[in-house]
């Protein structure tokens, strides 16, 4: 279709009855839509949650602020745009004889409404991000005397105060203190305990990318990770001159006058001490003594099921239920779902309208990726509905695999621009890119009996598609056998032995592939040799997960049985006349006897 005004009248007859035939019927529709469309009704609750919402979102002035938040749309569309609807008006006879002999008023009504409509009312797009994890660092609890000191000057302590880079917090003795981080993650002091904030980073409100640095002075601090997915997210705890950083996982670290010992509970943690790096599995711990001498050594059962240890296992368990009650809520107000409300797919008047009016095949695209992606979140609302029909839940699927289709065709777009603007091209793998993690990164707590699984699958899939080479595609796989089998253990405390030996045999899948690839391309690709020696090592924490779920065979020795003792008539004996003796052989003097009989 084009928009190109020219002056020969037989050419803009024919345009305009292209145009007509082309875009008539959808403005009909339109404008029957617009005449429908009822009076939004909001609680005042939900009206003060979004003004708190947005409030909290403006950093620019608010008129500013509200001139960006705009339609956004090239100079060259709008100039189009305006031509069309002037035309349309414009009281001049030529014109008047061929538009409105070609439209007639209820067009013209619809398409002059529809401008008004986006011009005050204006979008950029379908905003679908879930902020699942907390946009502040807090101070979820507390119990006993706890400090908060910020810049030198002590604070009142209360429950959900924020907490800022550099901020010190002190737990006196008996005292207990938790840290919920912006990332999701969450720390916990013992008694006696101090700690320094040192980093918090994210690179945009909205990105996956987080780093947070906690430093411990004195004390106990124990820490869950919750599955940071984007490449170069840490969490890391500092004790002098040793560092751990953790991805995913559970881990403990103990600072003392005599040592620093960093013991492991879920997953692997990296741990850089006099220079150099250590990886830590599950049920080892690292220490680090008055001598300065490091050595690691397992960690005995007794201590993983009493105490401090148990107790904080336990907790572990209650928080990730309560991060994925959480996601559920953050889920809902992403796509505008109100508790007990009818879910439905279809789209909007207003997002029809935005796809009906992207004129630009890549901004297309992007807008119904985005639209895909709002479904696909909605639908996995829907599948946590425990009264959800068999034909509800196949609904959905259609719809999780639509998301699937999306994004497939998002890439052979990428593909396709990559051959004429690589930095372009770049940026767009990146949108999608962002889109698949985010949605990981929603899906991760989900296990094998969960309603969401199917949906991690295919996500897991759809984040191979992001691959470059052979190398990429088994680091990706590599991550997602990591999770599984953190996630192993997990189910595995909780009592779910089944579902943690389904998730350990996935896991185990998962490293088998990345081992293969690794054999396959180890002549013809540079496969990094830090990725083998990994591998190397994620296999013997397979071996202590595998323990840890699989119910061990108890060997039982078997029983000595007496023999009873039985009665038995003697046997007579005959009298033997005794053999006569044998005597040695005789041996000449001058003859040497063989060595056999010396």
Not at 83 to 96: G, H, P, V, Y
Not at 99 to 111: H, I, N, P, Q
Request: proline share 4%; aromatic share 6%; with cysteine.
């Amino acid at each position: 279709m084009t928009f190109n005004v020219t002056n020969n009248k037989n050419s803009r007859l024919v345009e305009c009855m292209i145009l007509n035939k082309d875009i008539k019927p959808g403005f009909e529709k339109l404008e029957n839509d617009l005449r429908s469309l009822a009076k939004p009704q909001i609680s005042l609750e939900r009206s003060e949650k979004l003004k708190k919402n947005l409030m909290q979102k403006i950093d620019l002035p608010v008129a500013e602020y509200l001139r960006e938040a705009r339609f956004s749309m090239d100079s060259s569309l709008k100039a189009k745009l305006k031509e069309r609807i002037f035309a349309l008006i414009e009281d001049r006879s030529q014109k008047r004889f061929f538009w409105l002999y070609l439209f007639d008023k209820k067009f013209v009504s619809a398409f002059v409404l529809m401008a008004l409509f986006f011009g005050v009312f204006g979008v950029k797009g379908v905003e679908t991000r879930v902020v699942n994890a907390e946009t502040f660092t807090v101070l979820d609890s507390f119990s006993g005397e706890v400090e908060v000191v910020r810049e030198g000057t002590k604070l009142e302590v209360f429950a959900k105060m924020k907490i800022f880079e550099n901020d010190k917090v002190i737990t006196g003795h008996e005292a207990t203190a938790t840290i919920r981080f912006f990332d999701d993650s969450v720390a916990r002091l013992a008694d006696d305990t101090q700690v320094v904030v040192t980093k918090m980073f994210r690179p945009e409100e909205d990105s996956l990318k987080t780093y947070v640095e906690l430093a411990v002075d004195q004390g106990i601090v124990w820490s869950r990770v919750v599955n940071l997915v984007e490449r170069g997210s840490s969490f890391v705890v500092t004790a002098g001159d040793v560092t751990t950083l953790a991805t995913k996982g559970a881990f403990n670290v103990d600072v003392n006058s005599e040592s620093v010992k960093v013991g492991v509970f879920n997953n692997a943690v990296d741990v850089q001490t006099a220079g150099k790096n250590e990886r830590i599995m599950t049920g080892q711990e690292l220490v680090k003594d008055v001598d300065n001498l490091v050595y690691i050594q397992p960690i005995d059962e007794q201590k993983r099921l009493a105490g401090w240890v148990k107790d904080n296992l336990d907790n572990d368990q209650e928080y990730l239920a309560e991060v994925e009650k959480r996601l559920l809520v953050a889920k809902m107000e992403s796509v505008g779902i109100q508790d007990g409300e009818e879910i439905s797919f279809d789209s909007s008047l207003i997002e029809k309208t935005l796809v009906f009016l992207t004129f630009d095949d890549v901004k297309k695209k992007k807008i119904e990726l985005d639209l895909a992606e709002k479904n696909f979140i909605a639908a996995q609302v829907k599948l946590e509905d425990p009264n959800l029909s068999l034909e509800e839940k196949e609904k959905t699927l259609v719809v999780i695999n639509e998301f699937s289709r999306n994004v497939k065709g998002f890439y052979n777009l990428v593909d396709e621009v990559g051959h004429t603007d690589a930095e372009y091209s770049k940026e767009l793998k990146t949108y999608v890119q962002d889109k698949v993690l985010l949605q990981k990164k929603n899906l991760s707590l989900a296990l094998p009996n969960s309603a969401l699984y199917d949906a991690k699958k295919i996500v897991e899939d759809l984040e191979i598609l992001g691959a470059e080479n052979v190398v990429e595609v088994a680091e990706v796989k590599r991550d997602q056998a990591l999770e599984k089998l953190s996630q192993a253990q997990d189910a595995s405390l909780k009592g779910d032995k089944e579902v943690a030996a389904d998730v350990l045999e996935e896991s185990k899948s998962d490293f088998a592939e990345v081992a293969q690839i690794i054999e396959d391309n180890k002549g013809s690709v540079p496969v990094r040799e830090e990725l083998k020696v990994r591998v190397e090592e994620d296999l013997s924490l397979v071996q202590t997960v595998d323990r840890q779920v699989t119910p061990q065979p108890v060997v039982t020795p078997d029983p000595i049985v007496t023999p009873t003792p039985t009665v038995v008539d003697p046997v007579p004996t005959e009298t033997v006349d005794p053999l006569p003796p044998v005597e040695p052989p005789k041996v000449e003097d001058d003859k040497v006897l063989p060595p056999q009989l010396q």
